[in-house]
């Protein structure tokens, strides 16, 4: 059900040459997207009611979810869904607050401070992905990091479900009316991205795009970025399990699972010192495996090449295997969890010890679930409070201050031959700066 690769000994040069990935054409998509995006620019919310007909199947009147579906999603949500929302969003709304930034002044010379001022982006487009499966939870990660942040205007957008009317799924419409969003479109794919750089008759453009998405989402942000800023490009969704002798398979197994749940293209790779802990993982697979709904997607996506059981010499290695895949999701289950997860470089969020699966992040640690896939956790964060400020230099120099720094600002802009920049500090004194 599951390959295994053996690294015991001595790892190789490129450790990213020889791990488990899911391949995801985002280049390839691009010209598929573009024609898409283009429509949408050129023809507003006419291209995006024809593009939805077409991917979709739904006919729609109008793009924006009418307030009281929103009202009507709520007031019809199961009570024990609606606790659960509302004790995710409270969890996350304590990390997220907590991520807030405060202005910084620094007094670099008497008379001269630079203060580094947090502003939040004017306007996002939040994308909640439909499709395998409804993602209510995917609204609270995205808005609450957005409205923490103090983002003025932000607006959902989400498939069309053709058994709800062509509107998104109810518990999607439910979770933003908990979060009080009541600019929600029931637009999906590269066409919502489209319509959130361009805007349409009916959606005026954001200033950024966040959310997860399928290949074309992805192909559309890459497309667009610069347009839009952009969170990043999510892939399909990974979890790496670096696990010892004490880990319990049991455990290990059914969160392997948990993320192959997700597609056929999902994820999962332990990383382990015990070859005993690998063989008892791979007889525990089967019978859990056969247990669940969406078994034919689970056993795909953990027989296929994206997925796999590393066997490294020790944790030391095994901590080289991890930093290198640099995974979405990255579970450390060994003795003295806490002080391995603390030496980990590269991963998108740490899930330290056996109480702590990373189904607790997707819903209710606090913690956010939007993250960096395909290797992108060496270089980039998840979504936070952070995505949606940008640092804004003040400088305040007074004219003694800016004498004082005069001289090096000519001497620097000499030796780069810029002799215009010593000169538009030379026109603010009735003296020669020397050289």
């Not at 490294?312 to 003795?335: C, N």
């Amino acid at each position: 059900m599951i390959s295994r690769i053996d690294l015991r000994g001595s790892l190789p040069a490129d450790l990213r040459d020889v791990l488990p990935r899911a391949e995801l054409d985002v280049e390839a998509a691009l010209e598929k997207v573009r024609p898409i995006c283009e429509d949408v620019r050129h023809r507003g919310a006419a291209a995006v009611r024809e593009l939805t007909a077409r991917f979709d199947g739904v006919e729609l009147e109008a793009a924006r979810v009418p307030a009281e579906a929103l009202t009507r999603a709520v007031e019809e949500l199961d009570p024990a869904v609606r606790a659960a929302l509302e004790e995710s969003i409270r969890r996350a709304r304590m990390v997220h607050r907590d991520q807030r930034r405060t202005d910084t002044t620094t007094r670099v010379v008497p008379g001269g401070t630079v203060t580094e001022r947090w502003v939040p982006v004017d306007r996002v487009g939040l994308y909640v992905p439909g499709g395998r499966a409804v993602y209510p939870s995917s609204v609270v990660m995205n808005v609450v990091p957005a409205q923490e942040a103090g983002v003025p205007s932000l607006a959902v957008s989400s498939p069309p479900q053709k058994e709800f009317g062509g509107l998104p799924h109810p518990t999607i419409l439910a979770a933003c009316a908990l979060l009080g969003v009541e600019e929600v479109y029931a637009v999906g794919g590269a066409q919502a991205v489209a319509m959130f750089a361009y805007g349409t008759e009916e959606c005026r453009p954001a200033t950024m795009v966040t959310g997860p998405g399928n290949i074309w989402v992805a192909a559309a942000k890459r497309l667009l970025k610069g347009r839009i800023g952009i969170d990043s490009e999510a892939g399909p969704t990974e979890i790496a399990v670096l696990a010892d002798e004490t880990a319990d398979p049991v455990h290990v197994a059914a969160d392997l699972i948990s993320q192959a749940e997700h597609d056929v293209i999902a994820a999962s790779v332990l990383v382990t010192t015990s070859v005993e802990l690998a063989d008892a993982v791979e007889k525990e697979l089967p019978g859990q495996v056969s247990a669940t709904r969406h078994r034919e997607r689970i056993t795909e996506a953990l027989a296929g090449r994206q997925s796999g059981i590393v066997l490294v010499s020790d944790i030391e290695a095994g901590l080289k295997v991890v930093d290198a895949y640099a995974a979405e999701h990255l579970e450390i289950q060994t003795a003295d969890a806490r002080a391995v997860a603390a030496r980990v470089r590269n991963a998108g969020a740490i899930f330290v010890g056996p109480y702590a699966p990373v189904s607790l992040g997707d819903y209710m640690a606090g913690s956010n679930h939007v993250l960096p896939t395909g290797g992108c956790a060496c270089h980039s964060s998840g979504l936070s409070v952070q995505t949606f400020l940008r640092g804004i230099h003040v400088v305040d120099y007074s004219r003694e201050a800016l004498a004082g720094a005069a001289p090096y600002v000519c001497a620097l802009a000499d030796a780069e031959d810029l002799p215009a920049h010593g000169a538009a500090v030379r026109a603010r004194f009735d003296w020669e700066v020397p050289a």
